[in-house]
C-alpha cells in the first residue's frame, strides 16, 4: 500500500533532464519548466511492430488543467503526429488486432449530438482516414475497454440505475451512506461485449458477468476466448483489507470460469497473456504472512486458463518483479527490482523448465519501462538516468538481445538548455548498521573543500523507492536546489521497496524506528565527508516523506540518538501528525496503521501517543511549511489543520499553511503546483539560503515593470546606447546564447558610424531606415572595426526567434484591428498623409515606444522592442542570402500572406554582437 499511489502511473515519463555535456549556454530552470513540462504515457506498440501510439500530457493553463492528447510514432522513421483534436483529454489508447484501428476512451461529445452519455466513451479511429466514432454510449460511462476481436469490445461499465437512486435523484437526495453494503451491490461493475455496428455506430451491449460487487483489472486473452479479471468483493476493502479480492479467469463464449489464487489471501493485480493465449503470467504479491501486502515482493505465476492450475516461476532473483511484465512468444519479459535501477529478463519455458537470461544491449542495464509489440519482436522501452533525460527508443528482441536500438522521442527535447545537478548513488550506515542506499545531487558550481547547504527528500510509501532515474515534480526540486547552491539527498530508507522482502517489512510494527535514523544517518555521512555546513539544513517530503521529515523534528531524540542537527527549514505535504485521527479518516488507514504501528487505537493507546508528532510538537524549533489539498483521503487533510494549529499556538517556530481546494492527495491543476513552488522555493529562501523576504510581486507585463525597466536601458545623454572606445553601440541583450541589439539601430548611433550624417533634434532615438543591404553591411563592419569586436547581421532563424512585442507598431495598431488586404490599401494610403519628424516616413515611431515583447530566463525578464514593427530588418537567410522582414509601421500584419511586406524605405537594421 502506498501514500503515493495516486501520484505514480506506469511508464510516467513526466520528468526529464538535459545531459551535464552541452555545448549551449544553460540557462536556469524556472517554475514554468515544471508546470508546462510535457508527461508521456499509455505506449501501445502496433501488431506489426511499425507504429506506436501513446499519450502526451500537457498543460492547459487557459482551463487551468492537464489534458492527454492522442499522439502516433512511426517507429522507424520516428516522426510523430497528433491523431486526435478537441476540448476532452483521452485515455487507454488500444489497438485492434487487424492493427488497422486506434480505440481509446474520451468524454468527448459526437459532433451534432444533442445529448450523449457522462463519463468516458469507447471512441475508434480508422488509420486509413475518416474521423473517430463513438461505440459505446453507457449512461455512467465505460470504466475500461480492450479488444476481444476487430469486431467486438469487453468493457467494464455499471449496471442501469436502480430504483433506490431513481427515487434519491427525484427527491434531489444527495445524503450517502458511508461504505453501504446494499448500495455497493447495487451499483455493481460488470464485464460487458460491445458488438460493433457495420455503420461505424454505438454497438450492441451483452452482459457477460452477474455479479454483486465491482470488477477492476482485466485482460482479454489473444484470440479472444478467455479473460481474466479481478472482483472487489466488499466496500470495507481499501480501508481494511479483511476481504481479499477474488481473481477469475473466464471462458467467454462457453461461460465457464476458474477462480484463480482463491486459497491464499495475497491475490495478483496484474497478467499478461502468453501470445498463444496457452499460459496467463499473473504477477502476485508475495509476504511473509499472507495477506500483509503493505510491503512485498512480486512473484509471477504461471496460469492454465482452461484448468486455473496456477505455479510460481523461480525468478532466481530476491528482490522480486517490479516495473513491466510484457507477454512474448513462449514466454514473458520483466523488471526485476535492483535498488535504484532495475535489471531487465526474459523467461522462457524449455523442456528443462523457466530459463532467466537477462537482457543485453547499449540501454540493458538501465530500462525504467518496458513494452512490446503483441504480433512482432518489435519492443519500446525508456532508459536513462538521474543526471540523463529520459530516452523512449525501440528496438528488435532476439532472445534476450536488444538490437537495432534507436532513440524515436524525447520529452520536452530533452531539456537541452537546462543545466542538470550531477548526481551521486552513495551508500552509508543505517539503522542497525545495515547499508543504506540513496541518491545523492549536487550544487551547481561544487567545489570540493566547500560545505553547502544539504536539504533531505525522503520518498513517499514508505514501501516506494527512488529511482535513479531524472524526475522533477512539484513536490520534489533538487533540481532547483542544486541551482540555488544546495545538495539534496535521497534516501532508500528501511521499509522502502526494491531491496528484498527482509527490507520492506524491517518496519512492520517499528514505523519510524529505523527510518528516522536512515534520514540522519545519510546527513551525517556527508557531513563526515566534509561537504555540508550543519547551519543549513532542510527537510522536504510528500505523503510519507512528509510524515518522515516531521518525525526527524519530533522523534530523531529517540530513534537517532547519535545525532543532534538542527533544521532551518521544513516543508511537509499531506504529512500525518496524529495517527489516532488517521486510523479512521484515512481511506486505508485500518490497514495501513494496524500494519505499521501494531495495531488498532484502542488496542495501543500508548503506541499511538507515543508516534504521534503532535503530543511533541512542543520540539519543534524549525520554520514549517504546510501543504495539503482539501480532498485528500489518503493523509486526511485534518492532519494538516492539526500541525498547523499546534505550531501556531506553541509558538517555537514560523508557520504557515497553505491549502488547495478541491485537491486530492496529489496537485493536479497548472495554478496549485505553481502556487506550491513558489511558497516553497520562498520559504526556503527566506530560512535556508537567508533571502531576504520578497516584497509583493509586480506583473513582468504591467505598465509599470516595463517602465521601471526602461529606466535601466543604456543611454547616452539623450540617445539609446553604449559607449565603446568612444563610439555609441547599440545595447544587447543575451539570449539563447547570442547578444542581440534590444532595439532596431538608432539615427544616433548610425550617426556615430557614419559622420556625414545628419540627424535633426529630437529624432535621434527614431529607427535608421532606408538602408539598403550593402550600407547595413558597411555599418556592421565599420561597428567591429572601430570597437574591436564582431558585430553582424541576425540570421532568419535568429531573428524570428525573438520575443514579439503585444502592441508593435504596425498599421493594425494605428487603425484598431487586423484589416483584409483589401482595407490595408485603402488605409495605408490616407497614413500617407500624415506628417512624420524629420522627413522620417508616415507612422515611424522612437524605438520602444511600444510594449516589448518579453522572455523569461529565471528570476530576468529579458525584453525586446520593435521586433514585429517600426522598422523593417535586414537579415541573413539559410542559404546566406539578404532577406528583408518586416511588417514595418506602415504595412499592416498578414499572418495568411506567405511573407510580410517590408518596404525599402521602411528597411532597417537590427544587430548581433559576437564577442
Known amino acids: 500500500m502506498s501514500r503515493t499511489s495516486s501520484l505514480m502511473i506506469l511508464f510516467a515519463l513526466s520528468m526529464v533532464g538535459a545531459s551535464l555535456a552541452q555545448s549551449e549556454p544553460m540557462e536556469p530552470w524556472t517554475v514554468d519548466d515544471v508546470v508546462r513540462q510535457e508527461g508521456g504515457g499509455g505506449m501501445a506498440v502496433s501488431p506489426d511492430g511499425r507504429w506506436a501510439c501513446w499519450l502526451k500530457t500537457v498543460c492547459d493553463e487557459d482551463k487551468d488543467r492537464y489534458v492527454r492528447r492522442l499522439f502516433l510514432t512511426d517507429l522507424e522513421s520516428g516522426k510523430s503526429r497528433q491523431l486526435v483534436f478537441g476540448e476532452a483529454g483521452v485515455s487507454g489508447p488500444r489497438w485492434s488486432p487487424d492493427g488497422k484501428r486506434i480505440g481509446y476512451l474520451t468524454s468527448r461529445k459526437p459532433d451534432g449530438a444533442k445529448e450523449s452519455a457522462k463519463g468516458s466513451q469507447v471512441w475508434v479511429l480508422r488509420l486509413d482516414g475518416g474521423e473517430p466514432r463513438a461505440v459505446t454510449k453507457v449512461k455512467g460511462g465505460v470504466r475500461a475497454f480492450q479488444w476481444r476481436n476487430d469486431d467486438e469490445l469487453i468493457i467494464t461499465a455499471r ?43 454505438a454497438g450492441k451491449l451483452r452482459r457477460i458477468t452477474k455479479n454483486r460487487d465491482r470488477i477492476g483489472a482485466f485482460e482479454v486473452s489473444p484470440g479472444g476466448q478467455y479473460v481474466v479479471y479481478v472482483r472487489t468483493v ?40 502468453q501470445r498463444n493465449a496457452r499460459m496467463l503470467f499473473a504477477s502476485v504479491p508475495h509476504s511473509t504472512v499472507d495477506g500483509e501486502n503493505s510491503a512485498s515482493v512480486q512473484h509471477v505465476y504461471a496460469v492454465s486458463p482452461s484448468t486455473g492450475a496456477a505455479k510460481q516461476i523461480a525468478l532466481d532473483w530476491e528482490r522480486g518483479a517490479g516495473g513491466s511484465l510484457c507477454g512474448l512468444r513462449g514466454g514473458f519479459a520483466t523488471l526485476l527490482r535492483d535498488g535504484v535501477t532495475y535489471r531487465a529478463a526474459r523467461y522462457t519455458l524449455t523442456m528443462a523448465g523457466w530459463k532467466r537470461e537477462l537482457l543485453t544491449g547499449t540501454h540493458a542495464a538501465r530500462l525504467f519501462a518496458l513494452s512490446a509489440s503483441p504480433g512482432s519482436d518489435r519492443v519500446v522501452y525508456v532508459t536513462g538516468a538521474a543526471d540523463d533525460p529520459d530516452h523512449w527508443c525501440s528496438a528488435t528482441l532476439d532472445g534476450a538481445a536488444l538490437k537495432d536500438e534507436h532513440e524515436f522521442h524525447r520529452p520536452n527535447g530533452g531539456w537541452k538548455k537546462r543545466r542538470i545537478a550531477r548526481r551521486e548513488i552513495v551508500t552509508w550506515k543505517g539503522a542497525n548498521g545495515d547499508d543504506v542506499e540513496g541518491i545523492l545531487y549536487f550544487p551547481n558550481g561544487y567545489a ?17 523507492a527512488d529511482l535513479d532515474r531524472f524526475s522533477q515534480r512539484y513536490a520534489y526540486l533538487p533540481q532547483f536546489y542544486s541551482q540555488r547552491g544546495a545538495f539534496c539527498l535521497f534516501i532508500n530508507y528501511h521499509g522502502s521497496a526494491a531491496y528484498g522482502l527482509a527490507w520492506g517489512e524491517s518496519i512492520k510494527g517499528r514505523y519510524y524506528e529505523l527510518e528516522v535514523e536512515d534520514i540522519l ?49 521544513c516543508a511537509p505535504g499531506a504529512g500525518d501528525v496524529n495517527w489516532t485521527s488517521d486510523y479512521g479518516n484515512c481511506a486505508f488507514g485500518a490497514r495501513f496503521d494496524d500494519y505499521y504501528l501494531g495495531g488498532p487505537p484502542w ?21 514549517t511549511l504546510i501543504f495539503f489539498g482539501d480532498k485528500d483521503t489518503a493523509v486526511p487533510t485534518e492532519q494538516g489543520y492539526q500541525w498547523y494549529r499546534a505550531l501556531q499556538q506553541t509558538g517555537k517556530a514560523p508557520v504557515r499553511f497553505v491549502l488547495f481546494p478541491g485537491q486530492p492527495h496529489g496537485l493536479n491543476k497548472p495554478s496549485y503546483r505553481r502556487r506550491k513552488m513558489d511558497e516553497e522555493l520562498r520559504w526556503f529562501g527566506q530560512h535556508l539560503f537567508n533571502m531576504t523576504a520578497s516584497a509583493p510581486r509586480l506583473d513582468d507585463a504591467s505598465p509599470l515593470a516595463h517602465a521601471l525597466a526602461a529606466a535601466e536601458y543604456a543611454r547616452r545623454g539623450a540617445a ?48 535608421i531606415v532606408g538602408v539598403s543591404i550593402q550600407q ?35 498599421l493594425d495598431w494605428w487603425i484598431g484591428f487586423k484589416p483584409a488586404p483589401e482595407d490595408a490599401r485603402h488605409f495605408t494610403a490616407k497614413a500617407a498623409s500624415v506628417r512624420s519628424e524629420g522627413g522620417m516616413p508616415p507612422l515611424l515611431a522612437t524605438v520602444g515606444t511600444r510594449k516589448p515583447g518579453t522572455r523569461k530566463i529565471g528570476s530576468k525578464t529579458l525584453r525586446f522592442h520593435d521586433v514585429g514593427g517600426n522598422a523593417a530588418e535586414w537579415v541573413v537567410g539559410d542559404d546566406g542570402m539578404p532577406q528583408l522582414v518586416g511588417p514595418t509601421a506602415f504595412t499592416a500584419t498578414d499572418d495568411r500572406a506567405a511573407r510580410a511586406r517590408a518596404l525599402p524605405a521602411y528597411a532597417g537594421v537590427r544587430v548581433v554582437r559576437d564577442g
Open 159 to 201: 449496471e442501469r440505475d436502480t430504483a433506490a437512486e431513481r427515487v434519491d435523484e427525484k427527491r434531489k437526495d444527495k445524503s450517502v451512506v458511508f461504505e453501504d453494503e446494499d448500495r455497493f451491490r447495487d451499483q455493481a461493475v460488470r464485464l460487458f461485449r460491445v458488438e460493433l455496428g457495420d455503420d461505424g455506430g
Open 234 to 273: 466488499s466496500p470495507h476493502s481499501r480501508a481494511d483489507g479483511r476481504e481479499p479480492p477474488r481473481v477469475f479467469v473466464r471462458d467467454i463464449d462457453a461461460g465457464a470460469e476458474h477462480e484463480l489464487f482463491g486459497e491464499r489471501r495475497n491475490r495478483p493485480g496484474r497478467f499478461v497473456w
Open 448 to 464: 570540493e573543500g566547500n560545505k553547502y547547504p544539504l536539504i533531505a527528500m525522503p520518498h513517499g510509501g514508505p514501501h516506494g
Open 521 to 569: 544517518s545519510g546527513i551525517d555521512a556527508q557531513v563526515k565527508a566534509g561537504r555540508v555546513d550543519t547551519d543549513q539544513l532542510g527537510l522536504i517530503g510528500w505523503s510519507n516523506g512528509a510524515i518522515l521529515s516531521i518525525a526527524c523534528l519530533t522523534h530523531a531524540d529517540v530513534y537517532a540518538k547519535s545525532y543532534d542537527f538542527t533544521f532551518k527549514a
Open 603 to 623: 488496542a495501543i493507546p500508548d503506541v499511538y501517543l507515543k508516534k504521534s508528532p503532535l503530543f511533541f510538537v512542543n520540539k519543534v524549533t524549525t520554520p
Open 720 to 767: 539609446y546606447g553604449n559607449e565603446e572606445k568612444g563610439v555609441l553601440v547599440p545595447e544587447t541583450v543575451a539570449v539563447g546564447g547570442l547578444q542581440v541589439g534590444r532595439f532596431e539601430v538608432t539615427r544616433a548611433q548610425w550617426g556615430a558610424v557614419f559622420a556625414d550624417y545628419t540627424i535633426d533634434d529630437g529624432t535621434e532615438n527614431l529607427p
Open 776 to 810: 547595413a553591411r558597411d555599418y556592421v563592419k565599420r561597428l567591429s572595426d572601430r570597437t574591436g569586436v564582431k558585430w553582424r547581421l541576425p540570421t532568419t532563424k535568429e531573428h524570428k526567434a525573438l520575443p514579439r512585442g503585444p502592441e508593435e507598431n504596425t
